[in-house]
């Protein structure tokens, strides 16, 4: 994930939780899970790199856009 944020030249914290109770609490149905502003944005595997940065370009535009 970090790989994807340097190469995006975009400026997000990551938090890797560990917690069961938080995670069921956010909805996660598969581990592992990537959530952004409470939304649950990929779950069930890791993403490569590539994956990863299109999973963020979108949730990011879609926050850009209110939707």
């Known amino acids: 994930m970090n790989e994807a944020?340097?190469?995006m030249k975009?400026?997000?914290e990551v938090e890797i939780i560990g917690d069961i109770r938080l995670i069921r609490e956010a909805g996660v149905e598969m581990m592992p899970a990537m959530a952004?502003?409470?939304k649950i944005l990929h779950q069930g595997r890791t993403p490569n790199v590539q994956e990863a940065i299109a999973i963020l370009e979108k949730a990011l535009a879609e926050a850009a856009?209110?939707?």
């Open 65 to 67: 856009s209110g939707t």
């Open 5 to 7: 944020i340097q190469q």
């Open 36 to 38: 952004m502003e409470g």
């Open 10 to 12: 975009v400026s997000l």
